[in-house]
């Protein structure tokens, strides 16, 4: 299986929002309601962002938000902050216990 | 409190062989499918291996199917990643990861680096 498809790099300055995409097939993202996003800071563990397309885990800030439009997930970060800076991966279920991730967004706040 | 410690990461001559284990705490280790997931440098996170709460059932990336092995040992409380033949490009962070339901994955390891030299 192919990695989901997320754009290298995104930016935007405190404040603003931005959306990272992560495309996929009807074999993944497309075939089922079962995406997540990690925030990944460089020597530390991922943190789990959003499950389930759009579910926040608690202590996830309601700034994050996640939605899926056919074979394509969004994750959007509204009032971007200095400590959102790190690197975003979409995960997507697909079939099984299979698990397929995103190449990664690195997210830059200017 | 939910912990995931990995050890077993080593500077190892390509061809070799090794194990990893993860040792988890908190939970009940047997209720949950578990993941190895790794990040090579300078790149992103590559899914890995899955096995399933009773080891019935395991999975494994292309990318490794044939050279490593995942089982555990819920008696322990610990998942294991036999690895072999191994590759210059096996050279990675190696995390475990909890799966709470459909790639909730929401504990993860510190990671245990492993070298491959060439």
């Known amino acids: 299986q192919s990695a989901l498809t997320q754009p290298a790099s995104v930016s935007g300055s405190p404040g603003q929002s931005i959306t990272i995409s992560c495309t996929g097939t009807s074999s993944d993202v497309g075939g089922y309601n079962y995406v997540s996003w990690y925030q990944h800071h460089p020597g530390k563990a991922p943190k789990l962002m959003i499950y389930d397309v759009s579910k926040r885990p608690s202590g996830v800030a309601d700034r994050f938000s996640g939605s899926k439009s056919g074979n394509t997930a969004s994750l959007t970060i509204s009032g971007l902050q200095a400590e959102d800076e790190a690197d975003y991966y979409c995960?997507?279920?697909?079939?099984?216990?299979?698990?397929?991730f995103g190449g990664g967004t690195k997210l830059t706040v200017l | 409190e939910v912990q995931l410690v990995e050890s077993g990461g080593v500077l190892v001559q390509r061809g070799g062989s090794l194990r990893l284990s993860c040792a988890a705490s908190g939970f009940t280790f047997s209720s949950y499918t578990v993941h190895w997931v790794r990040q090579a440098p300078g790149k992103g996170l590559e899914y890995v291996s899955s096995?399933?709460?009773?080891?019935?059932?395991?999975y494994y990336a292309s990318s490794v199917k044939g050279r490593f092995t995942i089982s555990r040992d819920n008696s322990k409380n610990t998942l294991y990643l036999q690895m072999g033949s191994l590759r210059a490009e096996d050279t990675a962070v190696y995390h475990c990861?909890?799966?709470?339901?459909?790639?909730?994955?929401?504990?993860w390891g510190q990671g245990t680096l492993v070298t491959v030299s060439s």
């Open positions: 990861a909890r799966d709470a339901a459909y790639v909730k994955f929401d504990y």
């Open positions: 096995i399933t709460g009773n080891g019935d059932t395991t």
């Open positions: 995960c997507s279920y697909a079939g099984g216990i299979t698990v397929i």
